[in-house]
């Protein structure tokens, strides 16, 4: 059973920075997305396991970096700049499939909560 542990939310002020990081017991392809109250659960970033082709929802290019560090089987979201509108709970998931739909993914985190104050 592959576990996903996320960490690194927390209350920040707009234009502030947040890093996430997700934990895997194993390599992944990795996704994070987030979930927002009364919102579907939409796609943030995207990594390949070997650490190639990140991709990024367009709401959030030139702000977040997904990166990861294989060594360590961490995948890590750098949130820069963050807006009112970013607030959500985050998710990390994982799976054979490198894909921006949430179903691609077969297991997921428990969340990690990101608030941001204006």
């Known amino acids: 059973q592959v576990q996903l542990v996320e960490s690194g939310g927390g209350l920040v002020q707009a234009g502030g920075s947040l890093r996430l990081s997700c934990v895997a017991s194993g390599r992944y392809n990795m996704g994070w997305f987030r979930q927002a109250p009364g919102k579907e659960r939409e796609f943030v970033a995207g990594i390949m396991g070997t650490g190639a082709s990140p991709r990024y929802a367009d709401s959030v290019k030139g702000r977040f970096t997904i990166s990861r560090d294989n060594a360590k089987n961490t995948v890590y979201l750098q949130m820069n700049n963050l807006k009112p509108e970013d607030a959500a709970v985050y998710y990390c998931?994982?799976?054979?499939?490198?894909?921006?739909?949430?179903?691609?993914?077969?297991?997921w985190g428990q969340g990690t909560q990101v608030t941001v104050s204006s």
């Open positions: 998931a994982a799976g054979p499939r490198y894909s921006s739909i949430p179903e691609s993914y077969d297991y």
